[in-house]
C-alpha cells in the first residue's frame, strides 16, 4: 500500500468529527445519494448480495476483507493481513483515492474528493447494522451453495496443442473469425450496395468523426480529397489519393467501424458504405452500385506507386550475409532527410 492504514477502535455514531478536528455534523441520507456512486458495484441493506465489489452491512469497525463468500484483491488480503480495520479514519483515507491508497485494489473509481462526501456516506454506511448483515449474509450463502470446484492443477491435459490448453476451433468459429478481404477480391462476402444507399449509412454512422465530405472532423482521419499532394510537404493521404487497394477499405470499415460500435453494419451495408466512398473521392459516379462482382475491376489511383516488399533481400535478412555494424561508409556520416512534422508535435523554430 502507498501508506499503511492506522486502527482506530470505537462504534461510529451518526454524528460524526471531521478529521481535520472540525465539527461537523454527519449527514447520512445525503450521504445515500453519495452512496449512488456506489450502488453499481456494492449493495447494502437486507437481501444485499456482492456484485463487482462486496456487500458493505456491518462493515464498519470490522477487519477488512471479511465479508463472507466474496474473492477480494491481492492488495486488500495483503492489508487486512497486515491489521487493516475499516473505521472512519481508515475509510475515509481510501475513500479519497483508493487506487492510490491501495495499489492494486479491484476497485477502479477515482475517489471523493469532498471530505463531507466521504464522512456522510460513512456514516449512511454505519447505518446498516450487523441484524441486516445476517439476512444478507444468509441470503447469500444461498446463492452461493455449488458443488466445490477442482482446482486447475487437478484437470486432465488436452492431448492437442503445444502447450495442451484450451481446445480446437469449431469450423464455424473458424468461419466467424476469418473475415479478412484481400486485394485479388479472395474473402469477399456475397452483396451489393449502392453510393446512394451510402449517403445516409455514411451520414449517420461515419460523418460525425469523418466530416460530411471526408474532410475530416478534429483529429480525425481524412477520407477524401488530397488527390496529387503526395509529392508536396505535407500530403493528404486520404483513400482517393494514397490507399493502394480497395479490398483495405471494406475490410478495415467491415472489421473496425463504425467506431465503438464495431462489426454492426451489414456486408451490404459496407458495399455501400465503400461505394460513397468512392464517390466522395470521385472515383465513381453517384448511382455507382459496387458488389462482389465488380469490386475488382475497381482501381485505386495510387496503387503503381506501391512496391512489392523486398525486404527479404536487404543484407540484414540474406542468411550468408552479415549486417554492417561498423565502418560500414566512407567518410562522416551525412544527415540526407529530415523526418516532416506531422501536426502531432509543435513547431520548431
Known amino acids: ?13 451518526l454524528s460524526l468529527t471531521l478529521l481535520n478536528g472540525a465539527a461537523n455534523a454527519a449527514d447520512p441520507e445525503h450521504g445515500k445519494l453519495v452512496f449512488g456512486q456506489c450502488a453499481g458495484c456494492h449493495m447494502v441493506g437486507d437481501g444485499a448480495q ?9 462493515m464498519l469497525d470490522q477487519p477488512a476483507g471479511s465479508a463472507t463468500g466474496y474473492d477480494y484483491s491481492a492488495a486488500l488480503q495483503k492489508a487486512a493481513d497486515e491489521g487493516l480495520v475499516w473505521d472512519v479514519e481508515t475509510l475515509d483515507e481510501f475513500l479519497q483515492a483508493p487506487m492510490q491508497s491501495m495499489p492494486g485494489t479491484r476497485m477502479a473509481y477515482p475517489g471523493l474528493n469532498s471530505e463531507t462526501d466521504r464522512i456522510d456516506v460513512i456514516a449512511y454506511l454505519s447505518t446498516f447494522t450487523s441484524q441486516a448483515a445476517t439476512s444478507a449474509e444468509s441470503e447469500q450463502a444461498k446463492s452461493t451453495e455449488v458443488e466445490e470446484r477442482p482446482l486447475a492443477a487437478d484437470a486432465e491435459l488436452p492431448s492437442h496443442g503445444v502447450l495442451h490448453i484450451g481446445r480446437e476451433a469449431t469450423p464455424d468459429e473458424i468461419t466467424a473469425w476469418d473475415i479478412d478481404v484481400r486485394p485479388d477480391g479472395t474473402g469477399l462476402p456475397a452483396g451489393s450496395g449502392s453510393a446512394i444507399d451510402g449517403t445516409d449509412l455514411y451520414d449517420s454512422q461515419c460523418a460525425a468523426c469523418h466530416g460530411v465530405f471526408g474532410e475530416g472532423e478534429g483529429r480525425w482521419p481524412i ?38 460500435n464495431a462489426r454492426s453494419l451489414s456486408d451490404d451495408d459496407v458495399y455501400a458504405i465503400t461505394a460513397y466512398l468512392l464517390y466522395l473521392n470521385d472515383l465513381v459516379d453517384e448511382d455507382f452500385v459496387l458488389s462482389s462482382e465488380n469490386f475488382s475491376e475497381i482501381r485505386l489511383p495510387n496503387e503503381n506507386n506501391f ?28 544527415i540526407t532527410q529530415r523526418a516532416r512534422i506531422l501536426d502531432v508535435t509543435p513547431d520548431a523554430e
Open 1 to 13: 500500500m502507498g501508506k499503511r492504514f492506522t486502527t482506530l477502535a470505537g462504534a461510529v455514531a
Open 50 to 58: 456482492h456484485r463487482f465489489g462486496p456487500s458493505l452491512n456491518a
Open 223 to 260: 477520407l477524401a480529397g488530397g488527390l496529387d499532394t503526395l509529392t508536396e510537404e505535407r500530403p493528404e493521404k486520404t483513400i482517393g489519393s494514397y490507399w493502394p487497394y480497395l479490398s483495405t477499405v471494406y475490410d478495415y470499415v467491415r472489421r473496425a467501424m463504425p467506431f465503438g
Open 307 to 334: 512496391i512489392e516488399d523486398d525486404r527479404a533481400l536487404e543484407p540484414a535478412f540474406v542468411a550468408i550475409a552479415e549486417p554492417c555494424m561498423s565502418d560500414c561508409i566512407e567518410g562522416e556520416a551525412k
